[in-house]
């Protein structure tokens, strides 16, 4: 039973929300990328080059709800090693609370901001729809909250092996960001060269993209089963790693 | 005779090469202000944290009302209050909101405004606990240890770095806690706190236990004279200072 879960999980969300950097880190950076990127890529004209519709009509809005994702998994880095460091962690398990409640509430608090991001970035991105095009919200939604739960497996791995708050931030930076660079986001999986290419079969980000891409293309799951499969495989390794070298203190 | 509230068995525990802890043994009767008092480093804090199923011995045995700490977390951590040294809550929690989630931790909390109001913090309610001084958050953790109106509490250097007021004010409140039939198990690098607070205390030095009793069967064994010596011509009566000096050598320590 998870004894206070959603007690803790309301006041991790709150005071989330009273850290005017973090809360404009979450919200308001993705949102600001994705307009200030639409806008330079050509925003509203009509006349618009194929390859450059695509990549504003397709690739941004990904590149956009990887960056939510990514932006959630280096807060729950930076937080858990902040409240290791600080002995709060420690605090909390000398009560009866169980430990999974207290990385519980942080993985709903993330995804809550992560569902409150999105729904401002749709509200951005409302404009760059052409007339008549359906977009599938909802699909799109469910499969960019499961791929971040699964990132979040990833963050627990690296909170439990940064050494001290200070370096939680870049060193997650430096795991996670060129995995989204070799995610097939910017280039085409089949145009990077062999090695990099094999790397990148390994990388969640890679399966993650193609569920987001397959979400946004109104493809069926069924089609993506693998990318699913890749990233339910990611979040039980994750977690049975975590689960082993955590640490409380 | 009672079973004792707390009895320790020849505890051990090592970091690394590092022996913290080699072979202590203690018990502490239900009703009693018991301190572990010692230098740095001399195993105090790991031996209290065993005790509170914090942290797993290596060897040893450990029963606190007849429980297990580690086997019986669960059972144990609902009867006993805890206070962590140096402990740290969430930056922009407010006070109302840990006891909150402190009292929806337990089936039978005592009620928090009143709890906040006896520990003088009912106008901090709102006050995030960055914005707290440090009396004020010692008090805090004090009010999050009693929360679930525990039979055992323990205090792990409750009072450094605190200004004589705030120290007398805390003391008031763990007299208090034993007044209501509780039993406070505590560490202090003050001997004066250890004197003037505890029933009974324990020297550790170097991870054993040098010395225990009352604080006043140990000055009237060590110093059967009843005065010490300060130069020629002066003469104090001994405290507990002068029995902790000359059991644990007068050589600094971490």
């Known amino acids: ?249 | 005779m009672i079973d004792p509230v707390v009895r320790v068995d020849g505890i051990r525990k090592m970091y690394g090469r590092l022996v913290a802890v080699d072979g202590v043994s203690f018990e502490v009767q239900r009703g009693e202000i018991f301190g572990l008092i010692g230098p740095n480093g001399a195993g105090k804090t790991t031996t209290l944290e065993c005790v509170e199923g914090v942290r797993r011995p290596d060897g040893g045995s450990i029963a606190v009302l007849g429980l297990d700490p580690i086997r019986d977390r669960r059972a144990l951590q609902r009867r006993i209050g805890v206070q962590l040294q140096s402990a740290q809550l969430q930056k922009r929690i407010t006070v109302g909101e840990a006891i909150d989630l402190w009292r929806s931790l337990y089936d039978s909390p005592l009620d928090g405004a009143a709890l906040l109001d006896q520990l003088g913090l009912a106008a901090k309610r709102d006050a995030w606990f960055m914005t707290l001084s440090g009396g004020q958050r010692q008090r805090l953790f004090v009010a999050l240890a009693l929360v679930n109106d525990p039979e055992v509490v323990f205090l792990d250097e409750l009072t450094t770095g605190l200004d004589p007021q705030a120290r007398r004010a805390i003391w008031a409140l763990v007299r208090g806690i034993r007044d209501r039939g509780k039993t406070v198990v505590l560490t202090t690098h003050s001997m004066e706190e250890a004197e003037r607070l505890c029933d009974r205390v324990a020297i550790i030095d170097h991870g054993r236990i040098v010395e225990i009793d009352s604080p006043e069967a140990l000055v009237a064994r060590h110093f059967p004279a009843g005065r010490i010596a300060i130069s020629d011509t002066k003469w104090l009566p001994p405290t507990l200072e002068d029995v902790f000096l000359k059991v644990t050598g007068d050589a600094m320590r971490d």
């Open chain 1, 1 to 249: 039973m998870l004894r206070g879960l959603w007690k803790l999980t309301w006041i991790e969300m709150k005071i989330f929300a009273r850290e005017p950097l973090g809360l404009f880190g979450t919200l308001g950076m993705p949102v600001i990328v994705f307009v200030v990127l639409e806008r330079l890529l050509g925003g509203r004209s009509s006349v618009r080059a194929p390859e450059l519709a695509r990549v504003v009509g397709i690739e941004l809005p990904i590149f956009a709800a990887l960056l939510v994702s990514t932006g959630a998994v280096l807060s729950l880095v930076t937080i858990i090693s902040i409240y290791r460091e600080g002995g709060i962690l420690k605090r909390l398990r000398a009560t009866p609370i169980q430990p999974q409640t207290i990385l519980t509430a942080h993985v709903v608090t993330k995804l809550v901001f992560t569902a409150l991001t999105l729904t401002l970035l749709t509200l951005a991105g409302r404009r760059i729809v052409p007339e008549g095009q359906e977009i599938p919200l909802a699909r799109f939604a469910v499969a960019l909250l499961f791929t971040t739960v699964c990132l979040l497996s990833v963050g627990f791995v690296i909170a439990s092996v940064v050494p001290t708050a200070r370096f939680a931030q870049p060193i997650a930076t430096l795991i996670l960001y060129p995995m989204i660079g070799m995610s097939g986001l910017f280039v085409p999986l089949d145009a990077l060269p062999g090695g990099v290419r094999a790397a990148a079969h390994l990388m969640p980000f890679t399966y993650a993209v193609s569920l987001l891409r397959g979400a946004w293309l109104s493809e069926p799951w069924s089609a993506h089963l693998g990318d699913v499969a890749a990233l339910l495989l990611t979040l039980v390794v994750c977690t049975a790693v975590s689960a082993k070298i955590f640490r409380w203190e």
